[in-house]
């Protein structure tokens, strides 16, 4: 195994993206088996780990912790992502599973199963195709939340220790995001003048901006004013 970038335990602000899907993966099948046997306490046992892994850490979501002892070490170290969207994705799974069983609770067998089986569906949809709609929910109401709270129309480049000579485009980024290396090496290739802002050694620019996701940037002018968005 390769090196990796970021210890799993660690690096909590991203993910390997290859552990959300295996866990996907494991809640689709289980959440499917519970309804083929009729065993609707499973969905809650389902509910129970997916809360315990938001509520206490990554350390106890099982399949994850499985997955970074046993698989990554035999295929190595995915593309490394943001760690926000996947959680939040866990917390509407959690939600949505013990929903599913309250309804079985109270007697309502047909809702619970609906709800248990479109937990399993929308699992087994990331799983296959990667598209994990409780990641994409988690970046709507971000980037809708940052651009309530805060309309970036200037950006002060004397702190960020910039002259204002000419155009350029500040990247809000962090060392270990995979989609933040890609962003920055499209906007080198276009010959952009480019500043990086890293938000793990300034989350103070990170909140006076309202950077809820990177990778984000902006074009600004020489005299701070930000122009259009080019990435994020």
């Known amino acids: 195994m390769t090196a990796r970038q970021a210890d799993p335990y660690r690096d909590l602000a991203v993910i390997d993206s290859r552990a959300p899907r295996f866990n996907q993966a494991v809640v689709a099948l289980l959440a499917l088996a519970a309804f083929a046997i009729g065993f609707w306490p499973l969905l809650a046992l389902l509910a129970l780990q997916l809360a315990a892994s938001v509520a206490l850490g990554r350390r106890w979501c099982l399949p994850c912790a499985f997955y970074f002892a046993v698989v990554q070490p035999r295929l190595g170290e995915g593309p490394l ?17 013990s929903a599913a069983s309250l309804a079985h609770l109270a007697g309502l067998h047909r809702v619970g199963w609906v709800l248990g089986l479109l937990v399993a569906a929308l699992a087994a949809l990331a799983t296959v195709t990667g598209l994990c709609i409780g990641c994409e929910a988690y970046r709507l109401l971000a980037r809708a939340r940052g651009i309530r709270a805060r309309a970036v129309d200037r950006i002060d480049l004397a702190e960020l220790g910039v002259d204002s000579q000419g155009d350029l485009v500040v990247q809000f980024t962090h060392p270990l995001c995979a989609d933040c290396q890609d962003l920055e090496r499209r906007l080198s290739g276009e010959g952009r003048r480019l500043v990086l802002v890293d938000v793990s050694r300034r989350p ?9 996701l990177v990778p984000l940037a902006y074009t600004v ?8 968005r080019v990435g994020g």
């Open 221 to 228: 002018r020489g005299d701070g004013t930000v122009g259009e």
């Open 81 to 97: 992502e943001d760690a926000r969207p996947p959680r939040f994705a866990n917390l509407l799974g959690a939600v949505f599973l």
């Open 204 to 212: 103070d620019l990170a909140r006076k901006y309202g950077v809820a």
